[in-house]
């Protein structure tokens, strides 16, 4: 079992920077990936970066490339998300995933084995 915890989430302006957070406890060894997808409402969850946990390689969806950055620490087992130039239509509930199977689905949901509560963000214009 991993429990994950997302936080940082909050209401900022157009243009502003918030750090999402998401610290692990449980299992927290033998993962493959970790993620983060967002949820804006009446929306579909969808990919935002996910960061391979042993190589640190990352992915990310082509709307916040250049925007957003995935980073993790081996040491807390806490990953992060850096998220500067924000705009309105970021604005969602974000939630982190950890794929423990190895499936290599790394922009789907059903590749991630368990997911936090979410954390709500708001970027006002």
């Known amino acids: 079992q991993v429990q994950l915890v997302e936080s940082g989430g909050g209401l900022v302006q157009a243009g502003g920077s918030l750090r999402l957070s998401c610290a692990a406890s449980g299992r927290t060894f033998g993962w493959y990936r970790v993620g983060w997808f967002r949820q804006a409402p009446g929306k579909e969850r969808e990919f935002v970066a996910a960061?391979?946990?042993?190589?640190?390689?990352?992915s990310y969806a082509d709307f916040v490339k250049g925007r957003f950055t995935i980073s993790r620490d081996y040491a807390k087992n806490t990953v992060y998300l850096q998220m500067n130039s924000l705009k309105p239509e970021d604005t969602a509930v974000y939630y982190c995933?950890?794929?423990?199977?190895?499936?290599?689905?790394?922009?789907?949901?059903?590749?991630?084995?368990?997911w936090g509560q979410g954390t709500q963000v708001t970027v006002s214009s």
């Open positions: 960061i391979d946990w042993s190589a640190g390689s990352t």
């Open positions: 995933a950890v794929d423990i199977t190895g499936r290599n689905l790394v922009s789907r949901d059903r590749g991630y084995d368990y």
